[in-house]
T-cell receptor, first 108, second 113 residues
């Protein structure tokens, strides 16, 4: 199946800092989603972005499908941004495959 | 409305019990999914239903039995589970094809004693 690699695995930020999370994938994709999993386990949809650039408040994402990567930008981070960020893709097997996640901790 | 609901939120069961997890969506989606997530790991696909028919079973043990009674409901029947089956069970839905955006429920945290 398709391989999804996320980096970095862990990220510690001071409140107000900016950061970039990366997702690399090994094959062409039909779907790419970014999720934020909160401490209670809820997976919150951030972006559906198989290609192009989108912005939602302090978050933005860019997917360059031809180069097989996606980036998630967090600006002016807040403590509520803490949690695990997952990239998930649908590859040729038509299943949503998740990366291992990036654990973000934002300190006040 | 992009809400998927799951009940119960928490479940503790013994290895000889039979229990069911429930999932509901009212977004008109025709594909529904069960995922299993162990601590500090990403979700892993278990089952996919498309138009109320089972389309993918990821070699899940038969002690997990899915059911899709109608286009809005998805159940997961549990029987004779093992302690290693303790996990967060997530339900998701999407428009018919998996290439569409998936929306997840809050999950059921299952503990098998």
């Amino acid at each position: 199946g398709i391989q999804v690699e996320q980096s970095p695995p862990d990220l510690i930020l001071q409140e107000g800092a900016n950061s970039t999370l990366r997702c690399n994938f090994s094959d062409s994709v039909n779907n790419l989603q970014w999720f934020h999993q909160n401490p209670w386990g809820q997976l919150i949809n951030l972006f559906y972005i198989p290609s192009g650039t989108k912005q939602n408040g302090r978050l933005s994402a860019t997917t360059v499908a031809t180069e097989r990567y996606s980036l998630l930008y967090i600006s002016s981070s807040q403590t509520t941004d803490s949690g695990v960020y997952f990239c998930a893709v649908v590859g040729p097997d038509y299943k949503l495959s998740f990366g291992a996640g990036t654990t973000v901790t934002v300190r006040a | 409305d992009t809400e998927v609901t799951q009940t119960p939120k928490h479940l503790v069961m013994g290895m000889t019990n039979k229990k069911s997890l429930k999932c509901e969506q009212h977004m008109g989606h025709r594909a529904m999914y069960w995922y299993k997530q162990k601590a500090k790991k990403p979700p892993e696909l278990m089952f996919v239903y498309s138009y109320e028919k089972l389309s993918i079973n990821e070699s899940v043990p038969s002690r997990f039995s899915p059911e899709c009674p109608n286009s809005s409901l998805l159940n997961l029947h549990l029987h004779a589970l093992q302690p290693e089956d303790s996990a967060l069970y997530l339900c998701a839905s999407s428009q018919v094809e998996v290439t569409y955006e998936q929306y997840f429920g809050p999950g059921t945290r299952l503990t098998v004693t």
